[in-house]
């Protein structure tokens, strides 16, 4: 059965596909309809591809350079893509420790999130982060060093185990695959390294790697991982997972995208449309349910809040999320970050509630950001004569049409009302206070939480 392409259809896909749902860009998404809607998802903001001149020194400026590129592009399933993709491919900063080989490790997921899986593995495999991060930069013949072909097992392509519960690989697989990426290592030039394959420290065996025997290399073993069923299933689950809601790698909901999958010769784009266009996408298990993480949340936060941040600021704002748990460029193991409810334990949520204070408390015009609650109200002429139930309809409208329970609306309309005696109004001074307070409380509300 078919779903209904109306606005609460629409917004559930801008929101999982993007950071926001605003009024406006939730009409134009139901007059277009559903096809054109997802096909416009995979256009691409040329400027957000392109790495800045001279590259970026340290790690503060790294992180905010990111999140300024979220809250300006005008392709977030792009960018919502590649933070997912860092997160598959976790690969952090902390061991690399060069801004200009991790700067390039995002940019390349950035580039491959639509594309072929196998161009992806194959040039994350070359990747002099990811050759340091997991110690391929020093598997030579004679010594092989796993650390590598293990996680493109285990965590990048197929898993440890099948739909049905049984093993993909084997030991004896993890090691033949190192000896295949032997060699695969970096040289330095320039003052810096690069991808070299060094054929000197290449074994040149017969190898017996998932079955196959023959003198094989790295690109054989992708070829071998990238085109089996399992790969397809379990990239799948974290796509659906993430876009939608948690499912193991036996989920029905996957026969389509796997499916696609391996019909388009590893294309991540066909999977994603499938996904888009399932009417299980926009049914009650997807809908509510994402916890947004603290990148997700700060850049949701600050685009609804229409907070204007500081060109000039290249360091302060990449905090925002780092101090909520979720460093951009140093995910904390080979295994990413825990997501879903592992945000918002109570350390978590305190953390929200303190951030929330932040942005909606941002007043000083050289600050980081500086949010202006007028923004969220509308023209003057209206406003003004606005009750409390009319502001918070319209704050909660701005922050894309937030839906509350009915106990956080009654909390909220006694914190707007006025002292006993007095009048209602929208003036200088309860907007400052009042709308700030307001925006604070809903930012770290519950309902904020999820979308």
């Known amino acids: 059965m078919s779903i209904t392409w109306d606005a609460a259809n629409a917004a559930h896909l801008l929101r ?84 200009t080989y ?31 991060w997991l110690d391929n930069k020093t598997n030579v013949d004679g010594n092989p060093n796993e650390n590598y072909a293990r996680e ?21 697989d993890v090691q033949e695959s190192a000896r295949a990426f032997t060699g695969w ?7 810096r390294e690069w991808f070299k394959f060094k054929d000197w420290d290449h074994d040149y065996g017969s190898k017996t790697f998932r079955g196959v025997t023959g003198n094989l290399d790295g690109t054989d073993v992708i070829e071998n991982l990238v085109t089996d069923e399992a790969t397809a299933r379990r990239l799948a689950m974290k796509l659906w997972s993430y876009f939608a809601y948690d499912v193991g790698v036996d989920a029905p909901e996957l026969d389509a995208l796997a499916e696609a999958y391996l019909a388009n010769d590893t294309r991540i784009q066909p999977m994603l449309v499938a996904m888009f266009t399932s009417d299980a996408f926009y049914g009650d298990a997807a809908k509510g349910t994402h916890v ?15 907070t204007k941040v500081n060109k000039n600021d290249d360091v302060e704002l990449g905090y925002l999320p ?18 879903g409810l592992a945000w ?34 509308g023209s003057p002429k209206k406003f003004k004569k606005f009750t409390p139930e009319q502001t918070l309809d319209q704050v909660l409208a701005q922050l894309g049409s937030m839906v509350i329970a009915a106990t956080t609306r009654s909390a909220l309309l006694a914190y707007l009302a006025p002292a006993v005696g007095e009048t209602f109004v929208l003036d200088d001074e309860t907007i400052d206070t009042k709308v700030r307070g307001l925006v604070a409380l809903l930012l770290s509300s519950p309902e904020f939480q999820v979308h």
């Open 102 to 132: 991790m700067l390039e490790h995002v940019q390349m997921l950035r580039k491959g999130c639509f594309g072929s899986f196998r161009d992806l593995v194959t040039n994350v495999s070359k990747d002099v982060a990811m050759l340091i």
């Open 16 to 99: 999982r596909a993007g950071f926001v749902a605003t009024q406006k860009a939730v009409a134009v998404a139901v007059k277009k309809g559903q096809g054109k809607t997802v096909a416009a998802l995979f256009k691409r903001d040329k400027k957000q591809d392109k790495l800045p001149k001279g590259g970026i020194e340290g790690v503060d400026r790294l992180r905010t350079h990111w999140v300024k590129k979220m809250l300006s592009t005008k392709s977030p399933l792009v960018e919502k893509m590649t933070l997912l993709l860092h997160n598959h491919f976790a690969t952090a900063i902390s061991k690399v420790g060069s801004t």
């Open 185 to 191: 290592g970096t040289t330095w030039h320039d003052d």
């Open 152 to 172: 493109l097992m285990e965590l990048f392509t197929t898993g440890v185990l099948d739909e049905n519960g049984a093993p993909n690989y084997t030991e004896t």
């Open 322 to 339: 780092t101090d909520l748990g979720q460093e951009p460029f140093n995910p904390p193991s080979v295994f990413g970050w825990d997501e």
């Open 292 to 306: 947004k993480g603290p990148i997700e949340w700060t850049v949701n936060a600050l685009l609804l809040t229409k």
């Open 344 to 377: 918002v334990g109570v350390g978590g949520l305190l953390g929200r509630a303190r951030a929330a204070q932040e942005i909606a408390g941002a007043r000083e015009k050289d600050g980081s950001i500086q949010f202006e609650p007028r923004k969220l109200l």
